[in-house]
Every structure is written in C-alpha cells, then in structure tokens.
Antibody, heavy 116, light 113 residues
C-alpha cells in the first residue's frame, strides 16, 4: 500500500524557517517524481514544487521561488521541503504527492502556520 | 502559465441526477506526439486530501465508480457524475500536468439538493 506521511509542520514567525519531510513507503520511491502542493483550509489547491525521481531536476512556483528548496533522499525514501523567509501567505496545509504525470497518491498533509 | 478555469463554482444536484463540471485551460494540454491530454480530475472531501479520479482526461483510476467519467480534448474538458450519490458530496478540481506550474482549477463544490 502506497503511503506518504508528512511531518515537520508547525507554528513559525514571519521571516522564520521550517523544514518539512515526507516518508514514503509501499512503492519504489526512486521511480517517481514527487511534488509538494499546498492548500489554505477552505481554499483551492496550489502546486508548490516538484523534483525528478533521481533528484536531478527541480521546479518551483513563482510564489516560493528563492525561498524554498525541494530535495529527496532516495536511500531513505524521504522527500523534503526547506522553507525560508516565511510569510503569512505561506500558511497552509502542505501535501506530499506522488506523480510522474497525474498526481496519483497524496499524503494527509502537515499544517504550516506563519504568524507573529 | 496554463491557467485552469472551472464552471460552475458550485452545483446542487438531486440524488440520482447528473452533475456536470466544466474545465477550461488557457492553452491546449494535448501533447500531440502521444495524443494524450495532460488533464486530471480530483475529488476532495472535507478534512481529507484530494483523491485522483480521472487522468489523461478520460481514464478512470482503478476503483473509481463508473458513474464518474471524463471527456474533452485540447482546452475544454468535462467531468460528469451520472447518478449522484450522497458520498459524492465534495469539491472537484481539474489540473493540468502538461507544464509547470501544474495549476489547478479553483474547484467546484457539489452538494445534494
């Protein structure tokens, strides 16, 4: 069974940093592109970033470019999202998602709250 | 960026009736080399993450009831729920995975009349 379990969310002040993790199991992690998608509760879905299966290529949404770094450790089946210079508008649930094309499995999400 | 626009924003349908959700992309998401439309549909119920329903515009994910169907090509797509059930109450999103950023539509909330 495919499982994606996010962790690392929490409360942080504006300008602060946070690092999210996603533990993957039930599939060959190194075969898949992985993504982060965020959602403000009650609002829509926003794609944040993706990383190639081998970690050799990354892409970011303009809203986070330069402040966020996606990475992965295929030996540990883990996806990461390092976030810096956080803003109030980064407050959201962050989902770890598997997807070579369409997004076929989603984690339960981890809440990030940026507030003073 | 390829912007996705859904209509309507919300929909109220009687049990057993048909629900139709439209999705329009600002550019074609048809990859001509493969003749595949890079368009997916997701269902999100309250308090849950989204679930993939349909990919390649019309391919139902294994386990998804056959009352859910997708159609369309290029820039115009439709998700149809034929015979709405109580458990179909949710927000539905379309998404293009043709190019980054992989944008989603704003969502369509489906409720029971």
């Amino acid at each position: 069974e495919v499982q994606l379990v996010e962790s690392g969310g929490g409360f942080v002040q504006p300008g602060g940093s946070l690092s999210l993790s996603c533990a993957a199991s039930g599939f060959t992690f190194s075969d898949y592109w992985m993504h982060w998608v965020r959602q403000v509760p009650g609002e829509g879905l926003v794609w944040v970033s993706r990383i190639h299966s081998a970690g050799t290529s990354t892409d970011y949404a303009d809203s986070v470019k330069g402040r966020v770094t996606i990475s992965r450790d295929n030996a540990k089946n883990t996806l990461f999202l390092q976030m810096h210079s956080l803003r109030a508008e980064d407050t959201a649930i962050y989902y770890c998602v598997r997807g070579n094309n369409y997004f076929d499995y989603w984690g339960q999400g981890t809440q990030v709250t940026v507030s003073s | 960026d390829i912007v996705m626009t859904q209509s309507p924003d919300s929909l109220t349908v009687a049990l057993g009736e048909r629900a139709t959700i439209n999705c329009k992309s600002s550019q074609s998401v048809l990859y001509t080399a493969s003749n595949m439309n890079y368009l997916a549909w997701y269902q999100q119920k309250p308090g849950q993450p989204p679930k993939l329903l349909i990919y390649w515009a019309s391919t139902r994910k294994s386990g998804v009831p056959d009352r859910f169907s997708g159609s369309g090509s290029g820039t115009d797509f439709t998700l149809t729920i034929s015979g709405l059930q109580a458990e179909d109450v949710a927000v539905y999103y379309c998404q293009q995975h043709y190019s980054t950023p992989h944008m989603f539509g704003q969502g369509t909330k489906v409720e029971i009349k």
